[in-house]
């Protein structure tokens, strides 16, 4: 009896983490173009006045899209507009946050390679660009990781 | 009064013990009858000679030691009584004791712990953001690295040439 306890312990302990493994992590990037003039999305209105102290710019429009299962030590990519594209790979969790890799690539050209340890559920940026100044705007990826 | 009353009562009034009133009828009585006068000086003398006898055996008596004897065994009661008047008092003497120290820690561990108007902003500096990032390793060409410190968004901006929105 309490043999079958413990293996039915063990097993609640067992699937959830086996359960974490196998489904890694959700990452959502979406693309916004950042202008000095123009309407801004809805959805962005949240986080409107966060981009405009970060970025400068005024307009913020959600161009493309993309949310993804990402299993761990798995590279995803996703296609960003301007023909780059956006490599992910999570390595893990530490201290509530996801580690993973971020490549943001142009052809086989890195722009951006960086090892990064985001909180979980945290959103982090990144720009293409020149900052504030521009009238024909820039691009501001935006990445979020959620551990399952 | 009668003398058969006086030999009855005879012992009695040698040792005061009779009323008043029967011990003034047996004075009387005594007072003008020589047999029974005789009788009571005799007895008055036996009296006097055993109290005498007494009292010298009670001189006799080394008492010396028994009152510092006593005077020892009492000091052993009443030091008895002490420990045991002191050890009824442990426990609400260690439990005031303990509730003494105890705040004493409480206090010097608020003291150490209080924060001081320099520490506060470090305080809050390393509180868990929502969207804190740490980078442990960044490469590119031309990158500068921003983060809005409310909620710790951090941007990596690249500069690339012709990296507009739309190429």
Known sequence: MRRATVALGLLGVALPIAAAVALGMEVQVVSVRAAERGPSDVELQPVRARLRRLVGYRSFRVVQQERRQCSWRNPAEFTIPGGRSLRVMPKGMQDEAVVMQVRLLDGRRRLIDTDVRLRNRGTMLLGVGPQAGRTDGVLIIMLKAEAQ | ?167
């Open chain 2, 1 to 167: 009064m009668t003398c058969a009353d006086v030999e009855r009562l005879v012992d009695a009034f040698a040792d005061a013990e009779l009323p008043a009133p029967t011990m003034l009828a047996v004075a009387r009585h005594a007072a003008g009858c020589s047999t029974c006068d005789d009788s009571m000086r005799r007895l008055q003398a036996l009296h006097e000679s055993v109290a005498h006898a007494v009292r010298a055996e009670a001189d006799a008596l080394d008492l010396s030691r028994v009152w510092p004897a006593v005077s020892a065994a009492a000091d052993r009661v009443d030091a008895r009584r002490s420990w045991t008047r002191r050890a009824r008092a442990v426990p609400a003497a260690a439990a005031g004791a303990l509730a003494i120290a105890a705040t004493a820690v409480l206090w010097l561990q608020s003291v150490r712990v209080a924060p001081t108007p320099e520490t506060t902003p470090t305080l809050v500096a390393s509180r868990a953001l929502p969207n804190q990032a740490f980078i442990d390793r960044l490469t590119g060409k031309d990158l500068r690295l921003r983060r809005e410190p409310r909620s710790g968004t951090t941007i990596i901006w690249v500069n690339a040439t012709g990296a507009g929105f739309a190429r």
